[in-house]
């Protein structure tokens, strides 16, 4: 671990500028089997995690694929980069075709301790923005381990579900999102990296991917649904070809909990708050 003082990265700041490009929209939906937006609509929700990507050459890359550490987010020396965790608020829709920016800043970096050795989890705010008004406003939670056996099953069952869905992550749709993504981390689509340097069964699913089937699953029931918030934590990895669901049930007026798990128990667990479009009213 690098001996620099953390919390000088704390304020960090950095933009992204994206056009929405309708190319890479139609490439997103082709890779979830979505229908897609045309110019001017909506981004369905999530879909802004394939976009707002800023490029890094081959040399500003770090051993795992990622950008090097030390940069915008601060160093973490022989530690693995897991996606814990976060919120999202939807506010308004960001539309295909239309300039908008992300503006990223660290509000908190903590080391902690936990079964398998000292974690340090990294917290980015992220605010998108489409002219004046913010369209999305997120948190985001990054927690480096140290390299360690990850966790391979839940000793806890599947909760009770009102809709569900089967998922079979490929490789090649593994590779797919990494690509729209532009997602270079190594263990999704490198076997040997995956497997030898890491420690993981197979290739592993993104938990952004996980986040959207989960949240797409509950779209898919409640078309009438407007979400306006979604929080999401990952519990333990799910890998390629082994296939998952993605459940839910409502747990209270314009709130639902989801779960994406299978046989060895939930993998990631979300909330979804939402309210109901009526529509416009009839004259």
Request: proline residues 9%; hydrophobic residues 35%; aromatic residues 8%.
């Amino acid at each position: 671990m690098s001996q620099e003082p953390l919390d000088r990265w704390i304020g960090n700041q950095e933009r992204c500028s994206d056009a929405l490009d309708p190319a890479l929209a139609a490439r997103v939906a082709a890779t979830l089997g979505h229908d897609c937006p045309a110019p001017g609509q909506a981004l369905p929700p999530l879909w802004h995690w394939a976009f707002f990507q800023n490029p890094v050459t081959a040399d500003g890359l770090g051993a795992d694929g990622h950008a090097a550490r030390g940069g915008f987010l601060p160093p973490a020396d022989d530690r693995n980069r897991m996606w814990a965790g976060g919120r999202v608020e939807f506010l308004a829709p960001l539309r295909v075709g239309i300039a908008a920016e992300r503006e990223s800043t660290v509000t908190d970096i903590q080391e902690k301790q936990g079964r398998t050795g000292a974690l340090l989890f990294v917290t980015v705010r992220h605010d998108y923005r489409q002219g004046d008004d913010i369209a999305i406003r997120e948190t985001q939670e990054i927690v480096y381990r140290q390299p360690a056996p990850p966790k391979r099953e839940l000793d806890e069952p599947m909760p009770d579900a009102e809709w569900s869905r089967t998922v079979t992550p490929t490789p090649t749709l593994l590779f797919r999102y990494s690509a729209v993504t532009f997602n270079g981390h190594r263990i999704h689509y490198d076997w040997p990296y995956a497997t030898e340097t890491e420690g993981y069964a197979d290739l592993v699913v993104h938990g952004p991917l996980i986040a959207t089937l989960q949240l797409d699953t509950f779209c898919a029931a409640h078309p009438e649904a407007r979400v306006t918030e979604f929080t999401y934590r990952g519990l333990r990895p799910l890998t390629a070809e082994r296939t998952f669901q993605t459940t839910g049930r409502l747990v209270s007026p314009g709130r639902a909990e989801l779960t994406a798990g299978n046989e060895f128990g939930p993998a990631h667990r979300a909330s979804v708050s939402f309210d109901i479009d009526h529509g416009d009213p009839t004259p």
